[in-house]
């Protein structure tokens, strides 16, 4: 084609020596934005299973911490009562004291645990009937292709002005919200909304000032992500979910059963001390 219009390619340019000196910093700012916004999609991702796996933790297991703190402060309220040692009336209370009601609890238990007392859902936790399923800890495979091809079209980085930037942020945070719920129909209602919406213009060249910046601030942006990313991947929840990533809910399963057993050796040794 580039013989058709007497016209040099992108190529041959190159190799003649033609090439626009702007050029190769401009494809280096392309090429830093695409792996911006692909490290982007990695890091919110993880933030929502990060998210959503914490919030079921508290969901499914924090009745059971809780009965486990009720039966600790009974057992050691039983241990006092018994012996009338100083020093045992001392742990009572301090175990007696982590069962106290605090501002806060509802948010904490995410209404399992509320001025009434623990809920059906919760009470059910500790026994044998069956209660409504918990959330799926994070997003379908189907919702997950949907949020990043949405993202990868769409995302702010990729404007020119800022008030398409002010566009594609408005829009990015719908998606986010989206696909934090796992909102699979919303999302592709969200993509025919995009594909009708005004088609963003082509870069224009830019001069070396403005490319060396943007290469600076997309750096920056970068490290902010990668401070996020490491705060997710050291946080105790996120520690939790790399142990299985690929089945989380079975992870969940498995602790639930471990504070089963604990629940059951407290019960037992409760019930010791009504033993003559």
Do not use: C
């Amino acid at each position: 084609m580039s013989e058709q219009s007497g016209q040099t390619a992108p190529e041959e340019q190159a190799a003649s020596g033609d090439e626009r000196p702007e050029a190769r910093l401009e494809r280096a700012v392309r090429a830093a934005e695409q792996a911006l916004i692909e490290f982007e999609i990695a890091v919110e991702t993880f933030r929502v299973e990060v998210e959503n796996f914490s919030r079921l933790h508290h969901q499914k297991l924090g009745p059971m911490y809780s009965r486990l703190d009720e039966l600790d402060a009974l057992i050691a309220e039983a241990k006092a009562d018994r012996s009338g040692d100083p020093e045992d009336l001392r742990r009572a209370r301090d175990a007696r004291a982590l069962v106290m009601p605090m501002p806060g609890v509802d948010e904490l238990f995410h209404d399992w645990l509320g001025s009434d007392g623990i809920s059906d859902d919760a009470a059910a936790m500790l026994t044998d009937r069956p209660v409504r399923p918990p959330e799926r800890v994070r997003p379908s495979e189907e919702v997950r292709r949907l949020y990043r091809e949405l993202v990868r079209r769409a995302h702010p980085d990729l404007a020119q002005d800022e008030t398409e930037r002010e566009r594609r942020d408005a829009f990015i945070a719908r998606v986010n919200a989206a696909y934090g719920r796992g909102e699979e129909q919303l999302l592709r209602e969200l993509a025919e909304e995009w594909d009708a919406g005004p088609v963003p213009q082509d870069a224009a060249p830019s001069e070396s000032e403005e490319l060396y910046a943007r290469l600076e601030w997309l750096s920056q942006r970068k490290e902010l992500l990668s401070m996020v990313a490491k705060e997710l991947e050291d946080s105790a929840i996120g520690a939790m979910l790399r142990m299985a990533p690929d089945d989380p809910d079975r992870l969940l399963e498995e602790i639930a059963e471990q504070l089963l057993a604990q629940v059951s050796e407290r019960e037992a040794e409760l019930a010791s001390f009504a033993t003559p």
